[in-house]
C-alpha cells in the first residue's frame, strides 16, 4: 500500500496531541510546575532506577507558557504536514518512537538536567518530513529548513540536545522503515 492511499484530511492525531500538551500545562499550572518536574521530568539514569514512565510523562511537561507555545507551532507545522500525507497511524508511531529516541539519549546523556517538553517527539517528525520528502522525490527544503533552525537552537544553554537528536534519529529510523516512496507528492511548506 502507498502512502498515497493513507492520506487524511484532519490531522486529528495532531490536535489531540497539541490537546493532550495544552492539558498537561494547566496540570502544571494547577499542581505547580517545579512539583511536576521533579516527579517526571526525564534524567539521566531514570530507565535504571526504574522511573521508565519519566520518558512518556516528561514528552508532555514544559518549562513555561514560552516553551510550550513554541513547541506547540512546531507540532502543528511538522505534524499537520506529515499527518496529512501518511495517516494517523504511522504518524502517530513515528511519534511515538521518537519519544523513546529522545528518552533513551537523554537516560544514556542528560548530564545533571531534568528535561520536559515535547520538541524530541517534534524533531522525529522534522526527520520523518525530510524522509517522506526524499521517499517521494519532493524538495527537501522545507524540511532541511525546519532541522537546520531547530539544530542550532538545540546546543543553546538550558536545551536537551540529547532529547532534539535523540527524537530526531528515531524519527529517521522509523520513517524509513514505514514510509513507502511516492512520486510527485509535497510536504508543504514550499
Same mark, same amino acid.
Given at each position: 500500500?502507498?502512502?498515497?492511499?493513507?492520506?487524511?484530511?484532519?490531522?486529528?492525531?495532531?490536535?489531540?496531541?497539541?490537546?493532550?500538551?495544552?492539558?498537561?500545562?494547566?496540570?502544571?499550572?494547577?499542581?505547580?510546575?517545579?512539583?511536576?518536574?521533579?516527579?517526571?521530568?526525564?534524567?539521566?539514569?531514570?530507565?535504571?532506577?526504574?522511573?521508565?514512565?519519566?520518558?512518556?510523562?516528561?514528552?508532555?511537561?514544559?518549562?513555561?507558557?514560552?516553551?510550550? @507555545?513554541?513547541?506547540?507551532? $512546531? +507540532?502543528?507545522?511538522?505534524?499537520?504536514? &506529515?499527518?496529512?500525507?501518511? =495517516?494517523?497511524?504511522?504518524? %502517530?508511531?513515528?511519534?511515538?518512537?521518537?519519544?523513546?529516541?529522545?528518552?533513551?539519549?537523554?537516560?544514556?546523556?542528560?548530564?545533571?538536567?531534568?528535561?520536559?517538553?515535547?520538541?524530541?517527539?517534534?524533531?522525529?517528525?522534522?526527520? @520523518?518530513?525530510?524522509?517522506? $520528502? +526524499?521517499?517521494?522525490?519532493?524538495?527537501? &527544503?522545507?524540511?532541511?529548513? =525546519?532541522?537546520?533552525?531547530? %539544530?542550532?537552537?538545540?546546543?543553546?544553554?538550558?536545551?536537551?540536545?540529547?532529547?532534539?537528536?535523540?527524537?530526531?534519529?528515531?524519527?529517521?529510523?522509523?520513517?524509513?522503515?514505514?514510509?513507502?516512496?511516492?512520486?510527485?507528492?509535497?510536504?508543504?511548506?514550499?
Amino acid at each position: 500500500m502507498k502512502d498515497t492511499q493513507n492520506k487524511v484530511k484532519y490531522p486529528i492525531a495532531t490536535f489531540i496531541l497539541f490537546a493532550l500538551n495544552v492539558a498537561a500545562f494547566i496540570w502544571e499550572c494547577v499542581v505547580g510546575e517545579d512539583e511536576l518536574v521533579w516527579n517526571f521530568a526525564m534524567y539521566e539514569g531514570a530507565i535504571q532506577d526504574g522511573e521508565w514512565y519519566r520518558g512518556l510523562i516528561s514528552c508532555f511537561l514544559h518549562y513555561g507558557f514560552p516553551h510550550l @507555545a513554541s513547541n506547540m507551532a $512546531c +507540532l502543528l507545522l511538522y505534524g499537520y504536514s &506529515l499527518e496529512t500525507k501518511i =495517516g494517523h497511524k504511522k504518524y %502517530l508511531l513515528i511519534y511515538f518512537v521518537a519519544i523513546i529516541g529522545n528518552a533513551l539519549l537523554v537516560n544514556f546523556f542528560g548530564k545533571n538536567g531534568l528535561h520536559v517538553g515535547a520538541s524530541g517527539a517534534i524533531w522525529g517528525l522534522m526527520t @520523518a518530513n525530510l524522509v517522506y $520528502c +526524499l521517499k517521494s522525490h519532493t524538495s527537501p &527544503l522545507y524540511a532541511i529548513r =525546519g532541522i537546520a533552525i531547530n %539544530l542550532a537552537y538545540s546546543f543553546k544553554e538550558g536545551v536537551s540536545w540529547q532529547g532534539h537528536i535523540g527524537g530526531g534519529i528515531a524519527g529517521v529510523l522509523i520513517a524509513l522503515a514505514i514510509i513507502e516512496g511516492t512520486k510527485g507528492q509535497d510536504v508543504g511548506g514550499e
